[in-house]
């Protein structure tokens, strides 16, 4: 069993298909299937069930993937750290950041790492939290920009909390007041963002934890288009405050959600007992160093 084989399947597994891990793996597609039907023919299992249009894993290959994560995590740390050790490279950080608050949180973390270790190349994955949680369970990022809390397999430093603001249409009834909870808004449409956003988790616990479940009315990935459906009166949006500070709206009113539950804790997050490579400590020491009091050290 080599290791290039186990990546070429987890790559299949992570990229949905065979094309697109051929690409991440700088393969033909021909090559990633015949590795991974060799890893199968090798176990005496099947390993992905290819009946229909995407190929699922079978109960096999459940197992087959976890641990082929790991396995391929742990050679990557191996060769990270023998790398550092003999000075072979000026360094790589490979960083996955969410869709929302990147721009306001890490754009300036960018711009003053850039220019402290410019010798650093910094490679770059925009994903939402569930995918950003798999590659760096994978190895395939060393750190990953995630909402807080995150599971006992992971590390975190804090990097920003912001109470959450709810977004309501400028004639509603409670559009005159400056704050509400949530048990104000028990019987007004939510509008989410998509299932792979770990904010919505964040919301849909605090409404249970205030006795209600919400009407979803729409779920959305893009800021913008859930601010236009709240100005069409199509329900209630929820956003960070500084995302909102930026992003004003003639027909919408932003309310402070009066909640500790629905604060947004944004985090550096890595595998723990993981190997940290110097750039990715740089990283976190940089983002403790301009955060200041909105930064927390790791647990």
Known sequence: MHLKTLRAFVAVVL???FSRAAKTVFATQSTVSKAVKQLEDELGL???DRTGRRS???AAGEIVYRRAKAMLAERD????ELGELQGLRRGVLRLGLPPIGSNTLFAPLFAAYRSRY???AIRLVERGSKRLEELLQAGEVDLAGL???VGEQFEWQEVRREPLVALIHADHPLASRDSVTL??????????FGPEFALNPIILRACRQNGFTPNIAASSSQIDFIIELVAAKLGVGFLPRMI????SHPSVRCLTVLDPAMDWRMALVWRRGGFLSHAAKAWLALALELGGATCESAR
């Not at 909102?244 to 992003?247: A, G, H, K, M, N």
């Open 15 to 17: 990229q949905g298909g």
């Open 46 to 48: 099947t390993l992905l």
């Open 56 to 58: 699922t894993l079978t």
């Open 77 to 80: 740390d191996l060769a990270a």
């Open 118 to 120: 410019p010798g650093v």
């Open 147 to 149: 909402l807080l809390p």
């Open 183 to 192: 048990a104000d808004l028990a019987d007004i449409d939510f509008i989410l």
């Open 244 to 247: 909102t500070e930026q992003r």
